[in-house]
């Protein structure tokens, strides 16, 4: 989509059975007019909102709605509620806590702010409040943003942001905050935020038991797809089977998986716009040719998954659909957990073919060159970021955590506190968070942790739920 230099646009739209995931936009720029008369002041609040140095600290005020509407009074909470939350979560900003400002009112001018000392540094000790206004339009509402000095800040009631944000969805309001926080951590910070992106992983909370080929009994699992933050989650396959080991294709449009729906383990592809449905098997598997664990390659192009085709478990590489495949490893030890090079050009896997039993970790070329053993270690999961580390789950036993190996250093960082069995992260696309199965607090559940091992948060809740996959920035 194109863009332009007038306004924000947001298309909200549902999809099938997944109605409140709305679909990425376009984003058009407001010239706020207030810019064009602002002292030379206004500057120095960009350069804060900006810096690197300092972290700015935000109010995030309640939001203006029509007089006397009590629906879009609950829906300008929620979206500045958010907001707030999308803020907090990228931690690019000290935020100032939501029930110290609750009656401060919603300011709706930037002068509102001005005349209000409280904003500042005698009340909640902001440097800039956020403040919006919700305007309400059949099925759709649009948000005006303003970032403004607070009072008693080297900016005071200068405006260092201002956007509009139109054709935002009633049926998904947090797609509208998503993209908002995105949009400002983008142009006042230079982050790609990971607001708009979601989770795939498995749950067994409305699975029931299924029988394998050996005749044992186990729980099924489906796959589920949620905002990055937990939100709208939704069942994405409905087969009653195992379903496990989901991956976002780059264009985030796409799931691979691995399932059990014909008794024997396969990868499947769906599109999300079909919800599940209209399923793919580019490894073409049968009762004696086994395929799991596949991933995608930056470009979409192909993918790499597990197969025992050549008599044991080998990295494989095919095409997207399955074509011109071909045995990447081939080795007699077991070969598993393929994670691709950010550039494309090599892979990361797992195997014990230096143990006999311990899988450790391994780097080949795509064109199966110069395999190098990366660390000694037990390793499992590995999942390659493109800040320049692999993730992966450390330990043996139980009382697994994530750590991460430097690429460059090649030193290895317990990243989990040990709270728990701690195993297969995602690291998000910006690098900054890596998702995980924890189970530190009873049940397996998928929890977030930022890279430097803090601020754990939990993000399911119900039933058991593992394998997470983050899906890419598009």
Same mark, same amino acid.
């Given at each position: ?108 001018? @930037?002068?509102?702010?001005?005349? %209000?000392? $409280? ?34 800040? @080297? ?105 059990? %729906? ?58 997207? $659909? ?23 050009? %090599? ?97 397996? %559940? ?8 803090? $601020? ?19």
């Amino acid at each position: 989509m194109h863009r332009l230099q007038v306004r924000t646009a947001l298309m909200g739209a549902a999809v099938a059975a997944l109605a409140t995931i709305a679909v990425p936009v376009a984003t058009r720029e407001v010239v706020a007019t207030a810019q064009q008369t602002a002292p030379p002041q206004q500057a120095e609040l960009s350069v804060t909102l900006s810096s690197t140095t300092k972290r700015t600290v935000l109010a995030v005020a309640d939001f203006v709605v029509p007089s006397g509407d009590a629906e879009a009074a609950a829906l300008s909470k929620l979206l500045s509620d958010v907001l707030w939350a999308d803020f907090d979560f990228e931690r690019e900003y000290s935020l100032v806590p939501r029930a110290k400002t609750a009656s401060f009112g919603a300011p709706a001018r @930037p002068e509102d702010v001005a005349q %209000q000392p $409280d904003w500042g540094s005698s009340g909640a000790g902001a440097d800039a409040v956020v403040i919006g206004t919700v305007t309400r339009s059949g099925k759709e509402f649009s948000v005006k943003i303003d970032i403004v000095g607070a009072p008693g800040s @080297p900016a005071a009631g200068q405006i260092g942001f201002s956007s509009l944000y139109e054709h935002c969805s009633l049926a998904n309001p947090r797609f509208c905050s998503h993209s908002i926080a995105d949009d400002i951590h983008k142009k006042k910070r230079g982050l790609d935020g990971v607001a708009r992106t979601r989770l795939a992983f498995s749950s067994d909370r409305d699975s029931a038991r299924m029988g394998t080929r050996t005749g044992v009994l186990v729980s099924g699992k489906e796959i589920y797809v949620s905002d990055y933050d937990g939100a709208n989650q939704q069942r994405f396959t409905f087969n009653n089977s195992l379903n496990i080991h989901s991956r976002w294709s780059p264009n985030g449009n796409q799931i691979v998986f691995t399932s059990y %729906q014909t008794s024997f383990p396969d990868i499947y592809v769906a599109d999300l716009a079909q919800a599940g449905r209209g399923l793919r098997r580019p490894g073409n598997g049968n009762d004696r040719v086994q395929n799991n664990q596949a991933a995608w390659s930056p470009d979409g192009s192909k993918i790499a998954y597990v197969s025992n085709r050549s008599g044991n478990y080998d990295i494989w590489i095919a095409n997207a $659909d399955g074509g011109d495949a071909r045995n990447l490893t081939n080795h007699p030890a077991a070969d598993q957990n393929p994670t691709w090079s950010p550039n494309g050009q %090599q892979i990361a896997f797992t195997s014990d073919r230096a143990t006999g039993s311990t899988p450790q970790l391994y780097l080949i070329g795509i064109s199966g060159q110069a395999i190098e053993r990366l660390i000694d270690q037990r390793v499992d999961r590995p999942t390659w970021s493109t800040l320049g580390f692999i993730a992966f789950t450390s330990g043996a036993n139980f009382g697994h955590d994530i750590s991460l190996l430097d690429l460059v250093s090649r030193q290895v960082t317990v990243l989990t506190d040990g709270k728990g069995d701690n195993g297969s992260p995602a690291v998000s696309p910006s690098g900054r968070h890596i998702a995980f199965t924890t189970t530190r607090w009873g049940k397996e %559940q998928i929890a977030i942790v930022d890279r430097r091992g803090s $601020d754990v948060r939990q993000i399911t809740n119900t039933g058991n739920n593992t394998y997470p996959s983050w899906q890419p920035i598009r």
